[in-house]
């Protein structure tokens, strides 16, 4: 009974019934308890992960439970963040007939083929800035979860980045994965699969000797096959998220430069995929 | 009694819900009968909620998710009652389900109820309790254990040590 208390409000924080100031303090007591953030982190992958896995629109930020008509547009954020096609096909009760009828048109493949189509020659530049964001912001969630603990359980652990290439299978085959994950001046630490954007992704674990530990989370995503970098500072850590050949990427690590520096070191570019390294 | 018509969109939270709740791993249903089970409770569960302008409110649509609640836990018990009838078997895996899908259909009933409605009807804490028709507290036992549970059916615990590398096994490769 004694975590009776802090359990409720952790509940209550993931599931977004505290007020905003309830939320502010709780995020206080967050900064300073990094079991208490890995919990979070893991009953927030676990409620995108449910969510992607029923097809359900996410949930935004409610207080203390009360009569709000659900999803609103406000509570439409995280699914926003967290999956562009749900955000695309939310459903709202305040949707008008005009509305309803333009997303009927939309669900057909014929009319999602030509928007996309559409935005790829519009766009040339790939996924827009929302996907990028969500895929970072499930990056850095594994990574808190994961990487930032030597303790923390591996689906592979070891040194020998052929070994994971061979143990990851066809799903990430076209990926290159062991050639260069692990550039000059990284080591691999393992691997561990962890709930992604829309499926099961992979958290890479690297550690620097000069810029200490590293997550790349990889999934297959039916996204633009290539999308510029972003670089961003999010939660005391620098993410990097990206597309290339229909992979998500999001890069996270301490915000010291260790990011930019492996990005530089396995050779990403803007558009450009690594030289794959025969050694 | 004619039941009114409600809005698709209204209902597309409680199909999602229903679609989540109704799969236990005791019992083996197809997509078809998932679909309609489902789609029979929520007509069930309409009877005399929706209004005639056919926009649920927020205090009917708490309604609609207890009375389904309610429809389907009859369901369950029945299904228990005549176990050799209604398909109950021995809880094996549905092929190509996804992990996170037979995790949440491994979990008790009262404790897939409670998660499931935070998570996917998106009800606030209180409301979910109601919606249940049990305690604030009752409520809170069940989201901690579907939680921690669901924790350890993901392999999602962060205190276990690391495997050595040629002990480990493949990464599973999900369809």
Same mark, same amino acid.
């Given at each position: 009974m004694k975590d009776r208390v802090p359990a409720v409000e952790t509940h209550a924080y993931v599931d977004k019934c505290l007020s905003p100031e309830?939320?502010?303090?709780?995020?206080?007591?967050?900064?300073?308890d990094e079991e208490l953030r890995r919990r979070v982190d893991l009953w927030q992958m676990q409620n995108e992960a449910?969510?992607?896995?029923?097809?359900a629109p996410g949930r935004g930020s409610r207080a203390n439970g009360n009569s709000a008509p659900?999803?609103?547009p406000a509570s439409a954020s995280l699914s926003e963040r967290t999956d562009p096609h749900l955000r695309l096909f939310a459903k709202t009760p305040t949707v008008n007939r005009a509305a309803q009828k333009w997303t009927n048109l939309l669900r057909r493949p014929a009319t999602r083929l030509a928007v996309v189509l559409i935005g790829v020659t519009l766009f040339p530049g790939g996924m827009s800035s929302a996907p990028r964001a969500a895929l970072a912001e499930t990056g850095a969630s594994a990574f808190r979860a994961f990487a930032s603990s030597p303790a923390s359980s591996l689906d592979f652990a070891g040194r020998a980045?052929?070994? !994971? &290439?061979?143990? @990851?299978?066809?799903?990430f085959t076209a990926?290159? #994965?062991?050639?260069?994950?692990?550039? !000059? &001046?990284?080591? @691999?630490?393992?691997?561990?699969?962890?709930?992604? #954007?829309?499926g099961e992704a992979i958290l890479i674990l690297l550690e620097s000797e000069a810029r200490g530990p590293l997550g790349v989370l990889i999934e297959p995503l039916d996204a633009p096959a290539s999308s510029a970098i972003r670089i961003e500072p999010l939660g005391g850590m620098t993410v990097a998220a990206f597309?290339?050949?229909?992979?998500?990427?999001?890069?996270?690590?301490p915000a010291d430069g260790g990011v930019e520096a492996w990005l530089a070191a396995a050779g990403f570019t803007d558009d450009g995929w690594p030289e794959i390294d025969p050694r | 009694m004619s039941i009114p018509e409600a809005d698709f969109d209204d209902l597309s939270l409680l199909r999602c819900f229903g679609r989540a709740v109704v799969r236990d791993e005791r019992q083996f249903l197809t997509e078809t009968q998932v679909t309609q089970l489902v789609d029979r409770l929520i007509r069930q569960a309409r009877v005399g909620v929706v209004a005639g302008s056919g926009r649920i409110e927020r205090r009917r649509q708490t309604t609609l998710f207890s009375r389904f609640v309610d429809l389907h836990r009859r369901y369950a018990r029945r299904c228990m009652a005549e176990e050799n009838d209604a398909g109950w078997s021995d809880g094996a895996p549905v092929r190509g389900e996804r992990k996170v899908a037979a995790s949440v259909r491994a979990l008790p009933l009262e404790q897939r109820e409670a998660l499931l409605l935070v998570v996917i009807g998106g009800f606030a804490h209180r409301e979910a309790a109601e919606v249940l028709g049990i305690s604030?507290?009752?409520f809170f036992d069940r989201l901690d254990r579907a939680r921690a549970r669901l924790s350890t059916c993901l392999d999602l615990e962060i205190n276990d040590q690391p495997?050595?590398?040629d002990k480990s096994p493949h990464l599973r490769i999900v369809k």
């Open positions: 309830e939320r502010k303090s709780f995020e206080v007591r967050l900064s300073h449910i969510r992607a896995a029923f097809g659900l999803p609103s980045s052929a070994d !994971l &290439g061979r143990a @990851l299978g066809p799903q990926a290159d #994965l062991p050639e260069w994950a692990t550039p !000059l &001046g990284w080591t @691999l630490r393992g691997a561990k699969r962890v709930p992604g #954007l829309h597309t290339r050949r229909g992979y998500g990427f999001a890069v996270a690590g | 604030l507290s009752q495997e050595p590398w």
